[in-house]
């Protein structure tokens, strides 16, 4: 059973950082690529980020390319969000995503999610 634990959320000026963790367990962690993305109130959850399994590739959604960065630990089993000028519309809860694909069917796994308040 895939297990996903965000940490690091908070209430954080603008202009301001916050780093999110997310700790992995229940599959081999280094087989699988990793995401990130949150949802606002009122709002469908939108993808931020995504690893590769080996860090070798990132994707970020537009709003946040060059603020935002993606990273993982391996060895940890551990995905990290580093969130810099944060923005008031940032404010959301945010989760950790994991997927596996077996015959063309997707199965995602989620975390229980971090707050993230951006004040202005």
């Known amino acids: 059973q895939v297990q996903l634990v965000e940490s690091g959320g908070g209430l954080v000026q603008a202009g301001g950082s916050l780093n999110l963790s997310c700790a992995a367990s229940?599959?081999?962690?280094?087989?699988?690529?990793m995401g990130w993305f949150r949802q606002a109130p009122g709002r469908e959850r939108e993808f931020v980020a995504r690893?590769?399994?080996?860090?070798?590739?990132?994707y970020y959604t537009d709003s946040v390319k060059g603020r935002f960065t993606i990273s993982r630990d391996n060895a940890k089993n551990t995905v990290y969000l580093q969130m810099n000028s944060l923005k008031p519309e940032d404010t959301a809860v945010y989760y950790c995503?994991?997927?596996?694909?077996?015959?063309?069917?997707?199965?995602?796994?989620w975390g229980q999610g971090a707050q993230v308040t951006v004040s202005s």
């Open positions: 995503n994991t997927w596996k694909t077996i015959m063309g069917t997707r199965t995602d796994y």
């Open positions: 229940g599959r081999t962690f280094s087989d699988y690529a």
């Open positions: 690893i590769s399994r080996r860090s070798t590739t990132t």
